[in-house]
């Protein structure tokens, strides 16, 4: 397995366009993780998947946030408009299990800029 | 809401040195993952800590928890520049809600 991808790997925008970050999780695992990083506020979780349905999107920050998985082998995380502070780097990872013993699977991330 | 502190944040060692991190929790710890971060990287996963007193090793790096304290330590023995990187704790937080600490910045001087 080729592990979590997600694409693109890196992402610069100008304030106000639409932003789209998508990720393909590993075959087989039922759930599937949006967190953001930033140097302030480290690792944030901000809406988790089990099998495709949205479980939790309290960590959505603001309503400009969107995620989707319309099927087990795709998710996309879009922002619009998008805003300076959204600069971040978006991560995606998947699991078998939300507790499993072998931890989530992360992808690279995709850095994104907003100018 | 549970939250996971880190120390130190960044640590420079020489290479060969041993060293610890801890992660702390605010709450009662019912698992404690370990992952590690290249920069510009996602997380690996190192290893899960499940039990009070449980510890587990890879290579040289070995987690140990303490349920009582609700602590983890995490130490790497004869460091080399190979273990520099971001590391970073990670637990579950209520029902099907899992969060990282603040991370500790790792690094080793050849």
């Known amino acids: 397995d080729a592990g979590v991808i997600q694409s693109p790997r890196h992402e610069v925008t100008e304030m106000g366009q639409e932003v789209t970050l998508r990720c393909k999780p590993i075959?087989?695992?039922?759930?599937l993780f949006w967190y953001r990083q930033t140097m302030m506020r480290g690792l944030e979780l901000l809406i988790y998947?089990?099998?495709?349905?949205?479980?939790?999107d309290s960590g959505m920050p603001e309503d400009r946030f969107s995620a989707k998985m319309p099927n087990a082998s795709f998710s996309t995380l879009k922002i619009q408009p998008s805003e300076p502070r959204d600069s971040a780097v978006y991560f995606c990872?998947?699991?078998?299990?939300?507790?499993?013993?072998?931890?989530?699977?992360f992808g690279s991330g995709t850095r994104l800029t907003v100018v | 809401s549970q939250e996971l502190e880190q120390s130190p944040q960044s640590l420079i060692v020489q290479e060969g040195k041993n060293l610890t991190i801890n992660c702390t929790s605010s709450k009662t710890l019912y698992g404690l993952y370990w992952y590690k971060q290249k920069y510009g990287e996602g997380l690996i996963f190192l290893m899960m800590?499940?039990?009070?007193?449980e510890e587990k090793s890879h290579e040289k790096i070995t987690a140990k928890l303490d349920e009582k304290k609700q602590q983890s330590s995490l130490h790497i023995t004869a460091s080399q520049p190979s273990h520099a990187g971001i590391y970073l704790c990670g637990a579950a937080s209520g029902t099907y809600k899992y969060i990282f600490g603040t991370g500790t910045r790792l690094k080793v001087l050849a």
């Open positions: 990872a998947s699991s078998l299990l939300w507790d499993s013993h072998g931890g989530y699977t």
């Open positions: 800590l499940q039990k009070g007193g």
């Open positions: 075959s087989g695992h039922d759930y």
């Open positions: 998947f089990n099998n495709n349905v949205p479980i939790d």
